[in-house]
């Protein structure tokens, strides 16, 4: 195990890098926030601002640059830079945390995670949602079994965002890495894969409703599990009224749960992960469970977003590569992400 903090630079400072990333970063002792890049001056500033000792550069490649500074490089740029600059980190010599949706392409994908074992290099995707409140939770009844035998998964992220705030976003097509199902809907798709396994994608919905939306704002897929587990997952940013995050139906009974993980709003507010009521869920929107013709209020895990890099700093000390700890989310569990969301595109 080492005791050097493990040198840190974060590209771009906009939502995943100021929210994301750089609290957890900070607020962990095995981290030292080394870096940032952003070419925004006013995100400059804010990053100067909370961040005095870090230095500050323009553009991703400048943080490459200092790779003999750096052990460690988080991209939370937008997707269509993702390939082009982890390859960069990696082949600079730095291990590297990708913010999902990893990459445009599955075969990028998989290409980046061939390079990284090549060169001895760590490669993660931040698919934080895993550790949203509401999904641990549905990953402890189904652990323990409460459901008896799963036969339907409902998941759901919606939101009433009728103008698109980023530059970035407005402009970009399915191709570039834009629209809801790369952004929200990877997590959704995730989360699915992980609580029931491999599936393949039955029927698709995907539409651009807004006038200004490039890529897709709308999307509604059908997913068969081998496990025979059938998924419906709804990722919709023209909904007022927002159906159930997650509604899970087995053999002994059902679990429904509505709302939305606290944990981005806290931070966004200006709390701290280290603050006593950070992730806990109010219990008014705690989820349903009800066994055997009996419903409960289920209280809701406590969000754990920090749990991602707490589990990366003990990869990277532990040996890095070399080490049997797994990394936080496995670089192929998101290329399995990327697969369904190809399948999807050419359904519809």
Same mark, same amino acid.
């Given at each position: ?16 890098? %100021? ?9 962990? *002792? ?14 400059? !500033? ?28 988080? =991209?939370?740029? *937008? ?5 082009? =600059? ?7 010599? =730095?291990?590297?945390? $990708? @913010? ?5 392409? %599955? ?30 939770? $549905? ?9 008896? &035998?799963?036969?339907?998964?409902? !998941?759901?992220? &919606? ?11 407005? %402009? ?8 809801? =199902? ?16 491999? !599936? ?15 890529? @897709? ?9 081998? /496990?025979?587990?059938? /998924?419906? $997952?709804?990722?919709?940013?023209? /909904?007022?009224?927002h159906g159930p995050r997650f509604r899970v139906l087995g053999s002994r009974g059902a ?8 944990? &981005? ?41 920090? &749990? ?9 000390? @532990? ?9 936080? $989310?496995?670089?192929?569990? /998101?290329? !399995? ?12």
């Amino acid at each position: 195990m080492t005791s050097r903090p493990i040198r840190t630079a974060i590209a771009g400072f906009g939502l995943s890098g %100021s929210v994301f990333h750089a609290p957890y970063i900070a607020g962990n *002792p095995s981290y030292e926030l080394t870096a940032f890049a952003t070419s925004d001056p006013e995100r400059q !500033a804010q990053a100067a601002k909370r961040y005095p000792n870090a230095k500050i550069g323009d553009a991703p490649l400048d943080l490459v640059a200092l790779a003999d500074e750096l052990d460690l490089i988080v =991209l939370g740029t *937008p997707p269509a830079t993702h390939h082009r =600059l982890a390859k960069a980190a990696l082949e600079a010599g =730095l291990d590297v945390v $990708v @913010d999902k949706p990893f990459v445009v392409h %599955s075969a990028d994908g998989e290409e980046l995670i061939r390079l990284a074992a090549s060169l001895g290099r760590v490669l993660t995707v931040y698919q934080n949602r895993r550790w949203d409140g509401d999904a641990l939770t $549905v990953q402890k009844l189904l652990d323990a079994g409460t459901l008896g &035998e799963v036969t339907r998964f409902e !998941a759901g992220m &919606e939101r009433w965002a009728p103008e698109i705030a980023k530059a970035w976003k407005a %402009s970009a097509t399915a191709e570039d890495g834009g629209g809801v =199902l790369f952004d929200l809907g990877t997590h959704v798709l995730d989360l699915a894969l992980r609580f029931f396994g491999p !599936a393949t994608v039955t029927y698709a919905e995907i539409a651009a409703r807004r006038a200004q939306e490039n890529a @897709d704002d709308d999307v509604f897929l059908t997913l068969r599990h081998e /496990s025979g587990v059938i /998924s419906h $997952v709804t990722i919709n940013l023209n /909904s007022h009224l927002h159906g159930p995050r997650f509604r899970v139906l087995g053999s002994r009974g059902a679990f429904v749960k509505f709302g939305s993980d606290p944990q &981005e709003p806290f931070v966004r507010k200006g709390g701290l992960p280290s603050h006593p009521a950070y992730g806990v869920e109010p219990p008014e929107n705690h989820g349903t469970l009800e066994v055997d013709g009996q419903q409960r209020t289920i209280p809701t895990e406590r969000g754990a977003y920090p &749990e991602f890099y707490r589990l990366l700093a003990e990869k990277l000390n @532990d040996g890095g590569i070399t080490s049997a700890r797994p990394v936080p $989310v496995d670089p192929a569990d /998101s290329v !399995a992400v990327l697969r369904l969301i190809e399948q999807a595109r050419r359904l519809a």
